[in-house]
């Protein structure tokens, strides 16, 4: 039998801005079949073992003829597959989809049109551009400007299209911003109306240049402007002084790496989106139950004889969440501990703790494991036992001072630190392509294997291609690692923690705009 396919507007590269049913066909796609202008983020919610197909043109050269994908969504809906051509923007707007689609029919095979929002509308507000507006044009055209200039004349009447609606809109004409200007003018559009090229808008590469049709060629050439980019002709233009949000944000133009286990980056994610950001989710590790026979052994033990602690000391969220996974596994009873004082480094751990309704002694000073000793050091007695659940790569540091100390101490590996499995062809792209501007490290295990993982995709030299990006870590001990492995970070925000992060990376891109602008 065979498969179905949709047709899906990714829309116009910011990943969220994505329809909820365009989502809905990835994340049930077996194959994906995606062209560049689609954000590589949404690639990342294919269910596990879907097939990836790249089909992107470029400019100058493309990697799979038109017709060829056209069969090749046929091939792959015959298999019994369910497939998901993704297109950039909306794919009925010079998307060629009519052309796959009619290949489909005439195999019989079922289709759905998944409409996205189209970069036409979208990109140019992104850079403070409303395509109409009551005061400066009521009326819209979407003109194809990638055409050769005797194919531009065949197919548009510009003695038509030049004065019909107050704005118009070229899409792909970059390389042909000379021509398009010529005629717009030839045609009785005045030299100096407002014209603005909005390039990779709604993504962390947005670049906007505005000029008139008379010196808009001009401008493209000296700055080098190159595609993929939107074209707005009109009045409307002069609303971007007035209008323009994209810019103001705290962490505009930066694109940058979020190494954290996929359950544990959505804060980090979400708040570099929010400040104007893009994130790109590069998962370097996971956290697992402890797989050990004789470790999960130790567990059980440790957590049978709760009520002989004095002292509890969780060194992060991850510890508290699978010490609570072990107690509901063994169904022991938390009220055991009435005797222990919980102590947490950090806030998040605290918090971690008080969303299960315990309240932690949380550290006012340092926050890592130096931090405990400096805080609670004077009421550590000899003698006293101490509960120490932690992941399987956490340092010694802290067990071995506790037991200079004279305290009994209890490790227990609560739970195990992986490598993904997963390589990522499009980071690496980014990378030699100098499009990615930071990377953030919340623990050494980040550190170690984000660099293990690139050159386990054949990256000779990782650390060559991190020497202009920004190195961001969480606290010092994951900075030292850092500079073990041969980085430089660049970034430590003076309190270890998300938040602390995001601020200081905010920092970092004030400084970035005040040095270019001077």
Same mark, same amino acid.
């Given at each position: 039998m065979a498969g179905k396919v949709y047709l899906v507007g990714a829309g116009p590269g910011d990943a969220k801005l994505i329809t909820v049913k365009g989502?809905?066909? $990835?994340?049930?796609?077996?194959? +994906?079949?995606?062209?560049?202008?689609?954000?590589p983020r949404l690639l990342k919610w294919m269910k596990?073992?879907?097939?990836?197909?790249?089909?992107?043109?470029?400019?100058?050269?493309?990697t799979m003829k038109q017709e060829d994908i056209n069969q090749l969504l046929v091939d792959l809906a015959l298999e019994g597959k369910t497939v998901v051509r993704l297109k950039g923007g909306d794919p009925v707007i010079f998307g060629r989809v009519g052309e796959e689609a009619e290949l489909l029919r005439r195999h019989g095979i079922y289709y759905e049109i998944v409409p996205g929002i189209t970069s036409a509308i979208s990109v140019p507000a992104y850079a403070g551009i409303p395509v109409t507006h009551r005061e400066a044009s009521s009326s819209l055209s979407i003109i194809t400007g990638h055409e050769s200039p005797d194919k531009l004349d065949h197919s548009i009447q510009w003695d038509k299209v030049t004065n019909a609606t107050g704005t118009l809109v070229f899409l *792909?004409?970059?390389?042909?911003?000379?021509?398009?200007?010529?005629? =717009?003018?030839?045609?009785?559009?005045?030299?100096?109306?407002?014209?603005?090229?909005?390039?990779?808008?709604?993504?962390? /590469?947005?670049?906007?240049?505005?000029?008139? +049709?008379? @010196?808009?060629?001009?401008?493209? =050439?000296?700055?080098?402007?190159?595609?993929?980019?939107?074209?707005v002709v009109g009045d409307v233009v002069l609303q971007?002084?007035?209008?323009?949000?994209?810019?103001?944000?705290?962490l505009f133009g930066k694109r940058i790496v979020v190494t954290r286990a996929r359950a544990q980056a959505s804060e980090l994610v979400d708040r570099i989106e929010?400040?104007?950001?893009?994130?790109?989710?590069?998962?370097?590790?996971?956290?697992? *139950?402890?797989?050990?026979? /004789?470790?999960?052994?130790? $567990?059980?033990?440790?957590l049978g004889g709760l009520a002989s602690y004095d002292w509890v000391f969780f060194t992060s969220p991850n510890g508290v969440d699978f010490f609570m996974r072990h107690l509901t596994q063994l169904k022991a009873d938390i009220r055991a501990l009435h005797g222990a004082r919980l102590c947490a480094v950090g806030p998040g751990t605290a918090a971690a703790l008080a969303e299960r309704g315990l309240i932690a002694e949380e550290l006012p000073g340092r926050f890592q494991a130096e931090g405990l000793i400096?805080?609670?050091?004077?009421?550590?007695?000899?003698?006293?036992?101490?509960?120490?659940?932690?992941? @399987?790569?956490?340092?010694?540091?802290?067990?071995?001072? =506790?037991?200079?100390?004279?305290?009994?101490?209890?490790?227990?590996?609560?739970?195990?630190?992986?490598?993904?499995?997963?390589?990522?062809?499009?980071l690496v792209k980014l990378l030699e392509e100098k499009r990615i501007h930071a990377v953030t490290f919340t623990s050494s295990s980040t550190v170690r294997n984000f660099l293990g993982i690139l050159n386990r995709m054949g990256l000779e030299d990782p650390l060559a291609l991190l020497k202009d990006v920004k190195i961001a870590c969480i606290g010092p001990v994951t900075e030292q690692t850092a500079v073990e492995a041969g980085?430089?970070?660049?970034?430590?925000?003076?309190?270890a923690t998300i938040e602390g992060l995001v601020q200081e990376l905010c920092r970092w891109n004030e400084t970035t705009r005040l040095h270019d602008i001077n």
């Open positions: 989502l809905e066909c $990835i994340r049930k796609a077996d194959v +994906l079949v995606y062209d560049r202008l689609a954000s596990p073992g879907g097939e990836k197909i790249y089909v992107g043109k470029l400019s100058d050269r493309h *792909m004409g970059v390389a042909k911003i000379g021509y398009i200007s010529a005629q =717009l003018m030839k045609h009785g559009r005045p030299p100096e109306t407002p014209v603005a090229l909005v390039r990779w808008g709604t993504r962390a /590469d947005q670049e906007t240049l505005t000029g008139t +049709l008379a @010196d808009i060629e001009a401008k493209v =050439l000296a700055a080098d402007f190159q595609p993929p980019a939107v074209i971007r002084e007035h209008l323009m949000w994209a810019e103001a944000m705290p929010e400040l104007g950001g893009e994130p790109y989710e590069f998962p370097v590790i996971e956290t697992v *139950m402890q797989r050990d026979a /004789d470790k999960q052994a130790e $567990i059980f033990a440790a400096e805080t609670f050091g004077p009421e550590l007695k000899p003698g006293q036992k101490v509960l120490l659940p932690r992941g @399987d790569l956490a340092r010694d540091w802290l067990p071995a001072k =506790l037991r200079e100390l004279g305290l009994g101490v209890t490790e227990i590996d609560t739970y195990e630190t992986v490598v993904t499995g997963e390589d990522d062809i499009e980085l430089t970070p660049g970034l430590l925000p003076a309190e």
